[in-house]
């Protein structure tokens, strides 16, 4: 199926074989998202700035093909289909069952069910922003927890144990100094249409709205307009 700007959408029983088909084909493709807005919107991208992204993920996870992935949330969610993307890349498993799973790909919210119903695992978690609390209990408990700020129209931007632990991303540059975070890295999208703002700056930056602070090295956000 054909999406915006003649982008592919993605979607289906198969999502993660339309994402590989495109990426086959040199073909952009068409992610429909909500995110935490609630509204609709559609996000064009490179097949290249999420599978170029696989491999130093892979390395800060320790993530290889002996790993399987616990994907409980929907695959129409786009960190969960680039989670099982970047299964697929290293050969890893994924499954919608936790059982036999050394890691889980979870929001915050997942993960504080999970600690009380789960043996102990690796968990990647995003959506929303980690409390160092709620990663205090998860180790306290035996789970080793990689956390990452990002958006569908960024992807990944910066990466941690938890949201006062936050780094840029392998090339990623942020500028924060009108306090809104403002991205300028290979892993953005090329276009989005829906509500709300992706603002662009003559110099690459993109911004969605997100504002915070680069400081020292680390990356404090604070919320969205």
């Known amino acids: 199926m ?6 592919r ?10 994402f590989w088909r495109a990426h086959r084909e040199g073909s952009p493709i068409a992610l429909r998202t909500s995110g935490t807005t609630g509204a609709a919107r559609i996000i064009v991208r490179s097949t290249d700035s999420w599978v170029d992204s696989f491999a130093p993920l892979a390395a800060r996870m320790g993530l290889g093909a002996a790993d399987t992935m616990w994907l409980p949330g929907p ?10 993307c970047l299964c697929e890349y290293v050969g890893a498993a994924w499954s919608r069952r936790p059982e036999h799973a050394s890691w889980a ?7 504080a069910g999970a600690l009380g119903t789960r043996p102990a695992m690796k968990a990647l978690v995003a959506g929303d922003g980690l409390p160092v609390r709620d ?22 931007v910066a990466l941690g144990r938890h949201a006062q632990d936050l780094r840029p991303f392998d090339s990623v540059e942020v500028d924060t100094a009108d306090g809104r975070i403002w991205v300028r890295s290979p892993w953005l999208c090329l276009d989005r249409s829906g509500p709300g703002g ?25 919320g969205r307009d």
Do not use: C, K, Q
Request: hydrophobic share 40%; aromatic share 8%; net charge negative.
């Open 2 to 7: 054909t999406g915006t700007t003649g982008a």
């Open 135 to 156: 990663w205090e209990r998860a180790t306290a408990r035996g789970w080793t927890v990689l956390h990452y700020y990002g958006a569908a129209e960024l992807s990944l």
């Open 198 to 222: 992706l603002v662009r700056r003559g110099d690459g930056f993109v911004t969605v709205g997100d504002r915070g602070e680069l400081d020292g090295g680390l990356l404090r956000v604070w």
């Open 105 to 111: 790909t979870l929001t915050p919210s997942s993960l």
């Open 75 to 84: 695959l129409t969610s786009t960190m969960n289909l680039f989670s099982a």
């Open 9 to 18: 959408m993605i979607g289906g029983d198969d999502p993660t074989a339309a």
